[in-house]
Each structure stands twice: as structure tokens, then as C-alpha cells.
């Protein structure tokens, strides 16, 4: 497998996602389409195509050899990624299909999946794959980057339309999106002549999630080495300086709480308790007897 | 006559400040309201749209967000409510 290295790393904890582009290979999107989703219609003729998986079992276990899901969660890339945020023997929590007519006029509101989730720290992952070219018009998932730090439940957050610096999905076929379980985000109105086929996968951690990724080029003592704001960088990636960006969706408030939520996501990632974006958290902790 | 709805997320609580998040409902047509087709907001600040008729008919309250104090962050922390009322026949 070909684990995330520290910049895909950095990236997931400060926008709560990642995006494969293309990288199911054209054979297996083939393959996949004929499989699970040639003429389906609708949700309800998608999900029955599916193999049925009980929540619970290992992913590795999920699938038989001959399912063309089985070859798409072997590829080294997905398989690597995965490994890479909740270590090893994940298991399934649901896969669902979702399929979108062409010319419809509406579109999802934005949710996080599922009631509103309480853990401090361990995170789910959803896998979203996308069989076919996804251009604009046919209203890909829409998601808001760094949206994983804000807990919600459901439809909670359907008045919020537009965000600034949302991001529409587009791509080539293959495409795949990692989601941490709590970003926000909302099938868009498919305003295309085509079919739009989204396969989503939800798998839960069975252990520690710290330190499963490629950490070859990572420097603790450099990450955390004390760095004012705006100072240059003390670490190859200068993760203090991405991981305190402000999305343009976010109000200032909440954005200084934005950084210390993903203080705490990039600790259990690497294992780091003495991390600190700035001095952002390791201020609140200073209580001296 | 229709009411026309311009709700506003802002950076701060300033109605000067930048608009961040925005969301229509139009009263005045048959059209479904649509999540994340926008990219630009309406207006650079909510003053903008004061000053372009839109008239303001609720803020959300100043006050301290449930969990803030464990740091954890709310979702979008100010709102305002603007409204057009028309009276053109659909």
C-alpha cells in the first residue's frame, strides 16, 4: 500500500478532506459502472445492486474476490490512504449509492452524515467515488473545507446555501474524495443531460489512530519548535503556518477555535501532545500550580 | 405583495464586516432554493446590501456559544436577516 505522507497529512487536518483526482484506473470505472450502476435510475435501484455488508465487518473481509469493490479498495493508493488516518482493520460502518437524474432543479441541503457525534478525538472516514467524468454542471458534492471542526448533526446547518470557499466536486472518472465523518457537505443539483453515480463507504477505527502514515520526512521537535505567527517556517512543511489558515467561510470567532480543534486532530495523528499551532492551545493549558 | 429574504453570514458582528455565507429565499417565484451554485457573495459587506434597499429585520444575539469555553467552535456566529418586500404579481 502507498501510505499519505505529511503533506496529504497536514492537508486532511486542515480542510477535513483529500481528493484523489482520476484515480480509479479507466478499466475499473468501466467495470464498476457495468457492476453497480448501468441503468439505474434512482437510490432505490443503486443501493440494490450493492453487496450487503453488516456493519461491523472488517473491510477486509467485506467483499468477495470477484467483486469489482473488492479490486477498488485493494488499489494501493485507497488502501493506503485508509491505513494512513485509521490504521489497520478498519471496519464497515455502511456503503449506500447514491444516483441523481439528469435536469433536476434541486438539490441537498447541507448536513454532516448521521446525529451529531460527541467523540473527542477518534474520527470515521468516508470514502466517495465517482465512476464518471464529473464536470460542474452535473452537481458533484459540494463540501466546505475545514467544516470538520464544527460538530453538527444532520440538517442542522440546511439554511447555509452558500459558504465562501466552498468546493463544487469536479474531476475525471475515477475521482475519489476522503472525508473526515464531520464535514459539511450536499449533493448538488445534477443541472446536466447525464446521470450522475456517487458510491460513498463509511469505516470506523478499531484502535489507535496515531502514527499509521508515512512519516519519513517528519520532524517532531521541528513541527512543535516554538514559532511566533507569520515567523518562517521551522519544519520542512511549516505545519504551524498551514494548519492556523483562516477559511474564508469562517467567522473570526470561531476560526481562533478552528485552529486549536485541529492542534488536537494533528496530536492524535502524530502522537505529539507537546504540539501547538503557535501558542494558540499551549496558552490554554499553561495553569500553573 | 412577496417577501424576498437575504440572509447573511458575516465575519464579525459588525454588519460592515465581509459576508462569508449567504442563502436566498424568494417569495416571488416558484423556484426551488439551491445549496452551493454561488461562488461570489451579493455584496461585500452586509452595509452593502442595507444600502441597496434590503432591509434588516433580525440579528442573531451577542452573546457566548455553547461550548466555547471548551473551545470548541460554532457553526456561523452572525447571522442577519434582510428583507425586500415586492409587489409585482408573480
Known amino acids: ?289 | 405583495m412577496r417577501q424576498k429574504l437575504l440572509i447573511l453570514y458575516l465575519q464579525n458582528s459588525a454588519l460592515d464586516s465581509p459576508i462569508v455565507g449567504w442563502t436566498r429565499y424568494d417569495g416571488d417565484t416558484v423556484a426551488p432554493p439551491v445549496s452551493g451554485d454561488e461562488d461570489e457573495p451579493p455584496y461585500a459587506t452586509g452595509l452593502d446590501a442595507l444600502r441597496d434597499g434590503w432591509r434588516a429585520i433580525q440579528f442573531s444575539a451577542l452573546e457566548p456559544q455553547p461550548g466555547e469555553l471548551n473551545y470548541q467552535p460554532g457553526w456561523q456566529s452572525f447571522e442577519v436577516i434582510m428583507e425586500k418586500i415586492v409587489e409585482t404579481p408573480r
Not at chain 1, 456493519?55 to 467483499?63: I, R, S
Not at chain 1, 435536469?103 to 474520527?123: K, P, T, W, Y
Not at chain 1, 446547518?157 to 466552498?166: K, S, T
Open chain 1, 1 to 289: 500500500m502507498k501510505q499519505l505522507g505529511t503533506g496529504e497529512m497536514i492537508r486532511f487536518v486542515r480542510d477535513g478532506f483529500l481528493k484523489l483526482e482520476g484515480l480509479l484506473p479507466w478499466d475499473l470505472c468501466d467495470a464498476f459502472r457495468a457492476a453497480y450502476v448501468a441503468d439505474c435510475t434512482d437510490d432505490r435501484s443503486g443501493r440494490a445492486r450493492l453487496p450487503v455488508v453488516a456493519w461491523g465487518t472488517p473491510l477486509t473481509d467485506a467483499f468477495d474476490d470477484n467483486d469489482v469493490l473488492s479490486r477498488v479498495f485493494s488499489l494501493p493508493e485507497l488502501a493506503g490512504a485508509i491505513h494512513s488516518l485509521l490504521g489497520p482493520n478498519c471496519k464497515v460502518d455502511h456503503h449506500v449509492m447514491h444516483i441523481r437524474e439528469p435536469n433536476q432543479g434541486v438539490s441537498q441541503h447541507l448536513h454532516c452524515d448521521a446525529m451529531i457525534d460527541a467523540r473527542e478525538a477518534a474520527f470515521d472516514v468516508q470514502i466517495m467515488i465517482y465512476p464518471q467524468n464529473m464536470t460542474r454542471e452535473m452537481g458533484g458534492t459540494l463540501v466546505i473545507p475545514g467544516s470538520h471542526t464544527r460538530k453538527a448533526g444532520e440538517t442542522s446547518i440546511a439554511r447555509y446555501q452558500n459558504l465562501a470557499g466552498q468546493v463544487q466536486l469536479t474531476g475525471p472518472a475515477g475521482t475519489v474524495l476522503i472525508l473526515h465523518h464531520n464535514l459539511w457537505h450536499a449533493g448538488r443539483r445534477n443541472a446536466s443531460n447525464s446521470v450522475r453515480a456517487m458510491y460513498k463507504m463509511r469505516l470506523n477505527p478499531t484502535g489507535s489512530q496515531t502514527g499509521h502514515w508515512d512519516m519519513s520526512d517528519y520532524d517532531a521537535a521541528k513541527a512543535r519548535a516554538p514559532k511566533p505567527l507569520h515567523s518562517p517556517a521551522t519544519c520542512k512543511h511549516d505545519i504551524q503556518a498551514k494548519l492556523s489558515f483562516f477559511h474564508p467561510w469562517a467567522d473570526a470567532r470561531s476560526a481562533h477555535l478552528d485552529i486549536v480543534q485541529r492542534t488536537r486532530l494533528w496530536r492524535l495523528l502524530s502522537g505529539d501532545e507537546d504540539f501547538s499551532v503557535h501558542h494558540f492551545l499551549s496558552r490554554l493549558e499553561n495553569e500553573p500550580a
